[in-house]
């Protein structure tokens, strides 16, 4: 209340009116002061009273914005009197009364419409919960939605409405929507609701993995493509980013969409990427590493994509896929030497016989274990499992060809390939032969499946690519010689003799006379190799120079990169060189520009050593992995003291090493959109791909931001 009321004339309001004379108390509520126009109202007579009364017009009813009301103040006690006292004002106050009591009491039409809109939208939130929860299992579990028909009653209703159904029997609020349904009501199960459900579920789980990567700052690239069952060009973009936490540093590798998108050259493949890359709202200058399968296209040196991505951002480091080079090796390899080559087909050929016929695959089940199996020209772990399972099989097999070669039950032309079937296999050659493939491929799966892994780094696979080629080096002196003990014991548990299956002629290679040089071993009478020298030349020691001979260059970006960084830990941490790691800090803060503060840098490297060792417990340093380090950094608070120590380490985790991410969202891919899904719309199939693929992200996040929204908009009828 003021103190001093300003006057409009010679007086102003006196306050003493706000109470009776009579009680000599507060008694008139009903009177307001306006400060901005200096005039009085009636509260009650201004809210309450209709157009129809007295009063209508009345000064004490002309409340609002700016309205002028009652300015009379000489004949204010009087006037206030008589409106007081005055019927309508007595009617008014006597509404008033009614409305504060009916609205202590909750029952003004108003609160009784709020209260049934709020229990309407409750209503709604628990189907719809039921609803998305239905949605979101049949995605994770890659199961097709719909039926041959849309109504709930129906027995082919589908997946999604026979779900629905099952749960109404056990959760009430979604029996009672069911039960509505009878009576024509809104169903929201219809297949555009839920389009619309994957579409939000899909985008909140894309946004989530979009934030995390922005605030990590620094991202890599995966990018390969497959066609699905409609032959479209799928492209499958995946982004590899370093989890920082308090309590331990993660390696992730998240999926982000399927892109149909038919561009084959690197121009246009290029031009995809950045368009894709500046939709998602990510920085490419932050990218720090790219990764494809080994095609031109992608990952040629001048026109590539790699080649054209590190024009706009020359950080991007480019590592072709060392699973597609280690099949390029494999493939390059048994394509040079034909006796190698040879009796890949023969395999290939012994599975196709038997998979040709039912008859002739039950015969094949009935002398086996497991089951032969097929392989193909580009997937070198199929080949690894063929040979294997043909090496342990193969009793079973040679038995299978003879029940069907001695067989009267089958025509001339089975009996005929089962025999000639036999006859190439059941021999010393094909055995070594089959031993010796059997090694070396089982020995490259270990390889191929350790860099599959979505946390291997750079230094690991750099470790297992060495491992691998090493080892084909020390198997190249003594592989052979073991690969003959192993099957000559084979050879004589089932009958076989030495010298089967070797028809190699004395006479070749050798010179006529006339044509010796003078003084050789030739002229001397030299030495013929024997049969199985012979195969160890043609076979053998081709095949492993071969495949040596292919590593090559193909893993050169591996090594290089994994040197620029690994003065940061291991080894060259250990031996704390100052003068090399300075040199090493300096090349890389160059390659890296305004990533690293030079002079912090260097200095920080002098002492990491000595500031890591008291966490490291019973390891030593040398033993220490670059994720091992920035674990350190991370958990014991030492980030910011060695902050481009840890920037370094981050940036190196980031680059990645394969495409088998991508390679396991087609597997996704082709099993929710199989022959009988072949119409799915693409945003359809790259948002349930998302919900299957990162299932770990939907199990944790919560969607009741798009529950509340959708029920509050769906939320049209109230029953008052």
Not at 131 to 150: P, V
Request: glycine share 4%; with cysteine.
């Amino acid at each position: 209340m003021l103190d001093n009321f300003p006057k409009r004339g010679q007086l102003s309001f006196n306050p003493s009116h706000y109470m009776k004379k009579a009680t000599g108390t507060s008694g008139r509520e009903w009177l307001v002061y306006s400060v901005s126009t200096n005039s009085l109202f009636c509260f009650s007579c201004s809210v309450f009273t209709g157009t129809t009364s007295t009063l209508a017009n009345s000064p004490w009813t002309n409340i609002g914005i700016n309205n002028v009301g009652f300015t009379d103040f000489p004949h204010q006690a009087r006037a206030i009197k008589l409106h007081e006292e005055s019927q309508a004002h007595f009617q008014s106050v006597i509404c008033w009364k009614q409305y504060e009591k009916l609205h202590s009491s909750s029952k003004l039409i108003n609160q009784s419409v709020q209260e049934a809109t709020l229990n309407e939208i409750s209503f709604w939130k628990q189907v719809l919960h039921s609803m998305l929860d239905a949605i979101i299992f049949l995605a994770k579990n890659n199961l097709a939605f719909r039926g041959t028909s849309s109504k709930l009653d129906d027995h082919d209703c589908g997946n999604f409405l026979s779900l629905i159904k099952l749960l109404g029997k056990y959760y009430p609020p979604l029996a009672l929507h069911i039960s509505r349904l009878k009576k024509s009501k809104v169903s929201y199960m219809s297949p555009s609701i839920q389009n619309e459900f994957i579409y939000l579920s899909a985008a909140t789980v894309r946004k989530e993995i979009l934030q995390n990567v922005k605030e990590r700052d620094y991202y890599s690239i995966m990018f390969d493509a497959t066609q699905d069952a409609s032959r479209n060009e799928q492209i499958s973009q995946v982004l590899r980013t370093v989890k920082i936490n308090a309590g331990e540093c993660k390696i992730e590798e998240n999926f982000i969409d399927f892109i149909n998108y038919d561009g084959k050259s690197g121009l246009q493949l290029t031009e995809m990427i950045i368009r894709k890359l500046v939709e998602d709202g990510l920085d490419i200058q932050n990218c720090r590493g790219q990764v494809y399968d080994n095609g031109s296209n992608m990952s040629g040196f001048y026109q590539g994509v790699q080649a054209r991505f590190k024009e706009i951002n020359k950080k991007a480091i480019f590592i072709p896929c060392p699973d597609h080079s280690l099949n390029r090796v494999g493939e390059s390899s048994a394509n040079k030497v034909l006796p190698a080559k040879l009796l890949l087909g023969q395999i290939q050929c012994l599975f196709v016989f038997f998979s040709g016929s039912t008859s002739r695959w039950s015969v094949l089940k009935s002398h086996i274990n497991k089951c032969l199996k097929g392989h193909s020209s580009t997937r070198w772990a199929s080949k690894a499992e063929a040979v294997s399972t043909l090496f342990e099989e193969f009793e079973g097999t040679c038995e299978a060809l003879i029940e069907l070669t001695n067989s009267e039950e089958v025509n001339a032309q089975t009996v005929a390939d089962a025999n000639s079937q036999f006859v190439r296999i059941f021999n010393f050659k094909f055995i070594l032969g089959l031993t010796i493939w059997d090694f070396i491929l089982s020995r490259i799966q270990i390889t191929n499946l350790a860099l599959q892994d979505k946390s291997i780094t750079l230094e690991i696979a750099s470790k297992h690519v060495k491992g691998l080629l090493n080892w084909l080096k020390d198997f190249k002196l003594q592989g052979f010689e073991k690969s003959v003990r192993i099957t000559e014991k084979k050879a004589e548990d089932i009958g076989i003799t030495k010298d089967s299956g070797f028809h190699y002629r004395l006479t070749r290679g050798i010179r006529p006379l006339r044509f010796r040089d003078v003084g050789s071993r030739e002229t001397h009478g030299a030495t013929h190799q024997n049969n199985l020298e012979k195969f160890e030349s043609d076979f053998f020691i081709a095949l492993i120079d071969t495949m040596v001979d292919q590593f090559g260059h193909r893993f050169d970006s591996i090594y290089e990169t994994t040197e620029a960084f690994n003065f940061l830990w291991g080894i060259s941490l250990n031996q704390n060189n100052t003068e090399s790691n300075i040199k090493a800090v300096q090349d890389l803060a160059k390659k890296y520009e305004n990533d690293f503060e030079l002079s912090v840098f260097c200095k920080e490297i002098l002492y990491l050593k000595s500031a890591i060792t008291p966490f490291i417990e019973d390891r030593s340093v040398e033993k220490m992995s670059a994720m091992d380090i920035l674990n350190i950094l991370t958990i014991n608070g030492l980030q910011q003291q060695f902050i481009n120590c840890h920037t370094a380490l981050r940036i190196f985790l980031t680059i990645p090493v394969t495409t088998a991410t991508n390679e396991r969202s087609f597997s996704k891919m082709k099993i929710m959109k199989n022959y009988l899904r072949s119409t799915m719309g693409q945003q359809r199939l790259s948002d349930l791909s998302i919900l299957s693929i990162e299932h770990d992200i939907v199990e944790r996040l919560s969607f009741d931001e798009i529950i509340n929204n959708f029920s509050i908009s769906k939320c049209r009828k109230v029953k008052i």
